[in-house]
């Protein structure tokens, strides 16, 4: 099986952490390394422990172009993911967004980066969603082929109109603009 390729190691990491070993856990120390895949292409390999004692491992396609990390969060290229479906993504900004309180640029200094951090992580996520669209006004249902990323889909499928994606990805921009005019860069 041809691996898939990871955009950037932001998102294989994500990959990983949303693929569970048999034991459930999610986390496991890994190691990387660079490993020249079959068809003579670089890929990316991690492989571990997990705490129960099963060895996990994962074998990623390098990007022909790899990019060098920016300051703010972003997952990848102006493609879509190979890795995560569209529902993934909206679930991964769910996740993020909840763990910001309310208010959030009223926070103190350490509490409010954290914050920042996470509400930048939502708003890269939600990013990810919208490149499945393409110029379409929606997610088309062929970006959803993980059971998590189509229960997503299923329980609100106009979440992933572009319209509705893009005011979601604008309130939490404009967010993130008043946590940094609060001091929280």
């Keep these: 099986m041809t691996p898939m390729l990871a955009r950037t190691n932001h998102e294989a990491h994500l990959y990983m952490d949303l693929r569970p070993c048999a034991c459930g856990a999610t986390a496991f120390d890994r190691a ?3 490993v020249l895949l079959p068809d003579g292409d670089l890929g990316s390999r ?3 422990t997990c705490a129960c004692g ?3 491992e994962f074998l990623f396609r390098l990007p022909a172009q790899v990019e060098l990390p920016t300051a703010g969060a972003r997952y990848g290229d102006a493609g879509p993911s190979q890795l995560l479906d569209a529902g993934e993504w ?3 900004a769910d996740r993020y967004a909840q ?3 309310a208010d959030p640029h009223t926070l103190p200094a350490s509490a409010r980066a954290t914050a920042r951090a996470r509400l930048a992580q939502a708003l890269a996520a939600v990013d990810e969603v919208l490149k499945f669209a393409g110029t379409d ?3 088309p249902p062929d970006a959803f082929w993980t059971g998590r990323g189509r229960a997503v889909r299923d ?4 979440r992933f109109t572009v319209a509705r994606l893009r005011a979601v990805h604008d ?3 404009r967010v993130l603009r008043q946590m940094d005019g609060a001091g929280g860069h």
């Design 32 to 34: 990387s390394s660079v």
């Design 46 to 48: 991690y492989a571990g």
């Design 54 to 56: 099963r060895e996990r």
């Design 90 to 92: 909206l679930w991964v």
């Design 99 to 101: 763990a910001v309180p």
């Design 137 to 139: 006004p929606a997610v």
């Design 155 to 158: 329980r609100e499928p106009g």
């Design 171 to 173: 309130a939490y921009a």
